[in-house]
Nanobody, 125 residues
Framework: QVQLVESGGGLVQTGDSLRLSCAAS????????MAWFRQAPGKERRFVAA????????YYADSVKGRFTISRDNAKNTMYLQMNSLKPEHTAVYYC??????????????????WGQGTQVTVSS
């Protein structure tokens, strides 16, 4: 199975940017479609963005389109989430996830068997 480790979270102010990383190990990274989800306190885990094995196809939640960008570097076994113009409502634990399946919208967390431990993103007003 694949192991996932997120990094890059932190405390930022409204309008700042952050780039999250998800480092994969254990199996061939390019065999997995990848995604980011987030979970705010007291709320369900929600889809943020996803990317196909090659990186040729990307998918976004409507709430982050134009603000967040998902990418991957298969040579480095790493996926990224560039988050710009952050707002307090973006505060959550961000998780990366992997699946050997094919991405078909709508994308939900039940499709992903492999998860990282999460990284906290806090946006202050």
């Amino acid at each position: 199975q694949v192991q996932l480790v997120e990094s890059g979270g932190g405390l930022v102010q409204t309008g700042d940017s952050l780039r999250l990383s998800c480092a994969a190990s254990g199996r061939t990274f390019s065999n997995y479609a990848m995604a980011w989800f987030r979970q705010a306190p007291g709320k369900e885990r929600r889809f943020v963005a996803a990317i196909s094995r090659s990186g040729g196809n990307t998918y976004y939640a409507d709430s982050v389109k134009g603000r967040f960008t998902i990418s991957r570097d298969n040579a480095k076994n790493t996926m990224y989430l560039q988050m710009n113009s952050l707002k307090p409502e973006h505060t959550a634990v961000y998780y990366c996830a992997a699946t050997g399946g094919i991405l078909v919208p709508p994308i939900n967390h039940g499709e992903f068997p492999y998860w990282g431990q999460g990284t906290q993103v806090t946006v202050s007003s």
